[in-house]
């Protein structure tokens, strides 16, 4: 995160330091308030104190990475060969319905439904298909806009923008790998990570930072030796804090250790000669929570429910590869409900994946399933 740039004493003086010192080298001539000396002097004192308190004091700030922002962070990461990673397209299938034999051409528009608060999303078709004898075609799109926008949920696009004679329906499965522009935190910590660390070409830190390299990677972590000497497994997430999707996992593939090479042909790719590199994403552990709940008059179970998801999501959000659900935090998270006046007027007998104790994962990272009410008889 930024940091408090220690400021020199010389550039925190106020205008009345720097106008008294100017009167002070004035002899035998009368340096009162209204006097031509005075008044002369006063408006210089005030640039003199203006270029130092927001000139100069902002030149120190973007001279570091720590302090710096904006382009200029940008320009210290290039000195490093560290480059803010660019936005990126969801990705997905859509799912056609409709006569055998209807061709679907590639470059056709769908979208979602419309509404008062929000503009329709479209997305393009990556390829050409025809549908087949089970009267569907799946096929790839990409949201036509870059970030996390284009993340939608299954059966969302519904809408074939112009239409194609022989389709009854279209709809699609979730899509995913969207992000944003890196933030500027995110930035600056590689940034630092590159002035810190030496370029080892070989290290942990170094396949963490390649991966980090590739648009749209927020989240790397290295499995050394894992099928033996001199293999490596790098897992990655998408900058959401989410698994990657297979898209992104062939890129970082591609830069780290490419795979489809021809005999004789350089390898190529990040990684040192003798490794045998391995990108995959972690496989996702669902966390279902149940409990027997009691509702405050006036809240319907679906709201309530969907608060407490919500409040959940956020808390395994914050929950690294590896890390550790605690019982006791979801636990405390439902409670909070109750004296939030959220709906929840009391539970009993909440379990997580039917247990009471904490969860550890293994090489894998977490993500939000169903929130049950558990009626007792």
Known sequence: MERELPIPVFLTEDEETVHQRMLNNFQDVSTLEGDFIYDATRPTAEEITQLKQLG????LKIAFPQTSYG????????????FKNQPTKSTGVITFTGIQGTIITKGTIVTTIATDE??????ELLETETIGKNETADIKAECRIVGTIGNVAQNTITVLLGSISGIKSVTNKDFKGGTDIEDEEHFRERVLVAEQEDKLSGASSDYIRWAKEVDGVGYAYVVPEWAGAGTVKVLILDKNRKAATQELIDKVQEYIYPLNIEEGENRDGKAPIGALVTVVTPDTLLIN???SFVFSNGFSQETVLNILKNKIDKYLDKIDIGGTISYNAIYSLTGSMMLADEGIQDFSNLTINDGTTN???NDQVVGIGEIINEVIA
């Open 118 to 123: 929000k503009q329709s999303i479209e997305f």
């Open 289 to 291: 929570v149940k409990a």
């Open 359 to 361: 969860i550890i994962l």
């Open 71 to 82: 382009t200029y962070l940008e320009w210290l990461g290039e000195c490093k060969g560290v």
């Open 56 to 59: 100069l004091q902002n030149n």
